[in-house]
């Protein structure tokens, strides 16, 4: 089992990162989770997504989880959310900031014995330049397909083609530029 | 004539789309509705299908859930194919119209996305507007996942249209923990769905001028007893119907329903009782417990709640030794509904478990699976002791003083 919490402000797109992570996961036959804590959360409130992939089938609707990954989407709330909540030795964090690693880590008393599990990105910068628009949750996946290595990138391109088929192509290809752009740009 | 939609094998749906695209399947010839928190997106992606031409019917956007049960109800006195959605304060406004659908034995669907009753305000899951509709006069059927919900709205139309039974059908799954908790759904092709449900024949249908029959007539102390009667006994004359819907639909999809789901019950002393997503995690805690504390323990759901499977559910417990009902909706004043039906159950059988009930997860709060491991271990202890050793009723992950009723007389 595999676990993933995100962290994002309603509106950033985790809900919908957490499915389309979710529609690709399902294609490789494993099988998949995604759900969200929000529900009368207004646009801009601090939110939790998750995901569960499994082999087995997923019967554990817990809300609680000891996350594998923790994906952070949006700069700010690696500061105010509790990020390292129920984390285990081993997760992995990936935090989208302008910031170099150290001086992110250099302000967050609680990743500071963590540092070779953090990796980061701006998701902001990315989304911006490829998407026109602020929109972290495409090139967190990309982010996350690098350092999960669960997929290969092209495979994981492929898929999310699929997955965004109902848009015009120009959404399309701009989502595949920020993922991949994030993918090399992680670390 | 409405497209068809080319669906994957294993799509990835929540609950709220995989009762969507049921509908959609369905060919529905009216809905009306009026959307509500969880269960809006049902709502809303019928009326996008609609709106991209994959649905003939008629959608029918009203200004209350009272109104949105009452065109439900004219629509199918009229001798349509009805279904809608709901949850929480919009079923409540409902409520005086389920009576009315049931006792003139219209056969609608009624997705239900389960949510707490206010005061106060709460949009997250609990069973409280699922009891409301309890002696509705209704079919409720359970999904405890998304998968089921897709696969309990197949069955539904099937159940409600059969002519030995006419009565409306409620599909209840969990708010948002299911509604909203995408999943791996394998959905039937749609001409698979549509031959399994098949075309809809109504009876009595208003609209069949050769013959003109009376809806919804009064009736005084004269037969308004031999009607509810006949009501009655059509609801418990379900349950041989479902047992065969269940079979017929095994044959289509390869998926197995019962009116009562039992996990690991044939050496189990420990079971505990529960609905909607709880019934998995209780698998989950009931498993992991058997393989590291040698716990024998079990998990039955009521895949049924109405007609209420008195008969499967004895079957299922009277061999265990200690019960936990546990019930997802405040009891007011009593023990909880699961705690009293299943205990009345058990009664009537030889060996009599102890049955104690555990009240959980009110609007929206979590159950993890510790907290159910140490339900079984207390049922654990019950058993070994041969009594029940905690109070009759407690309140479990409720913050504050421990909140617990009754003791037994067991010994005195």
């Known amino acids: ?187 | 004539m409405a497209e068809k939609i080319d669906l994957q094998e294993i799509e990835v749906w929540d609950g709220n789309y995989a009762a969507a695209q049921a509908m959609r399947q369905a060919q529905i010839d009216v809905v009306a509705a009026y959307p509500i928190t969880p269960s809006t997106p049902i709502v809303e992606g019928y009326a996008n299908f609609m709106a991209d031409g994959y649905i003939d019917g008629e959608f029918v956007m009203v200004e209350s859930e009272h109104a949105a049960m009452s065109g439900c109800v004219g629509a199918a006195a009229a001798g349509g194919r009805v279904a809608t959605a709901t949850s929480s304060q919009g079923f409540a406004l409902m409520v005086e119209v389920l009576y009315q659908a049931s006792g003139m034995r219209l056969p609608i669907v009624l997705n239900v996305a389960n949510r707490a009753l206010a005061a106060p305000l709460n949009v997250r899951g609990d069973h409280s507007d699922m009891y409301l509709g309890r002696d509705s006069g209704w079919v409720q059927i359970d999904a405890f996942n998304a998968q089921e919900v897709y696969d309990m709205n197949l069955c539904a139309f099937r159940v409600g249209e059969h002519h030995d039974i006419r009565l409306p059908v409620m599909v209840h799954q969990d708010g948002f923990v299911t509604s909203h908790t995408a999943q791996n759904v394998r959905p039937l092709s749609d001409d698979d769905a549509y031959k399994f449900i098949g075309e809809y024949k109504p009876m009595d249908e208003l609209l069949d001028f050769s013959r003109p029959v009376t809806h919804g007539a009064q009736t005084e102390e004269d037969w308004h007893f031999e009607h509810k009667a006949r009501q009655h006994k059509a609801l418990m004359d379900a349950r041989p119907v479902i047992e065969s819907v269940f079979a017929e639909f095994e044959k289509v999809s390869g998926r197995k329903y019962k009116r009562v789901e039992s996990y690991m019950i044939e050496d189990a002393e420990v079971i505990i009782v529960a609905l909607g997503s709880t019934v998995e995690s209780a698998r989950l805690a009931a498993q992991q417990l058997r393989d590291e504390e040698g716990i024998k323990a079990g998990v039955v759901g009521p895949r049924v709640i109405r007609p209420f499977p008195f008969d499967a559910i004895r079957d299922a417990l009277e061999n265990c030794k200690a019960i936990g009902a546990m019930d997802r909706s405040c009891p007011g004043g009593a023990l909880g509904m699961l705690f009293n039906e299943v205990s009345a159950a058990v009664y009537t059988t030889a060996k009599r478990p102890l049955v104690t009930n555990y009240i959980y997860g009110l609007g929206g709060r979590d159950l993890a699976i510790v907290d159910i491991k140490a339900i079984f271990r207390e049922l654990k202890a019950n058993a070994d002791a041969g009594k029940i050793t905690t109070q009759i009723q407690q309140f479990i992950g409720l913050r504050g003083p421990k909140l617990a009723f009754f003791e037994t007389r067991e010994g005195k």
């Open chain 1, 1 to 187: 089992m595999v676990e993933i919490r995100w962290h994002s402000r309603a509106g950033q797109g985790a809900v919908t990162g957490a499915k389309g992570l979710g529609d690709v996961v399902s294609t490789t036959g494993k099988q998949v989770q995604a759900f969200a804590l929000y529900g009368s959360a207004k646009r801009g409130a601090a939110m939790q997504a998750y995901n569960r992939i499994d082999d087995e089938q997923i019967i554990n609707h817990e809300k609680f989880m000891l996350p594998d990954f923790v994906l952070v989407i949006d700069p700010a709330l690696a500061f105010t959310d509790n990020i390292t909540d129920n984390d285990k030795s081993t997760t992995k964090y990936i935090v989208t900031t302008h910031l170099s690693k150290d001086e992110l880590v250099a302000q967050i008393p609680a990743l500071q014995d963590k540092k070779d599990r953090v990796f980061v990105l701006d998701c902001m910068q990315i989304s911006l330049d490829t998407i026109g628009r602020a929109v972290p949750n495409a090139p967190m996946l990309g982010a996350f397909v690098k350092i999960s290595g669960m997929f290969e990138l092209d495979y994981f391109l492929d898929r999310m083609k699929k997955v965004l088929s109902k848009f015009p192509q120009k959404i399309i290809d701009s989502n595949m530029q920020a993922i991949t752009r994030a993918y090399n740009e992680v670390k």
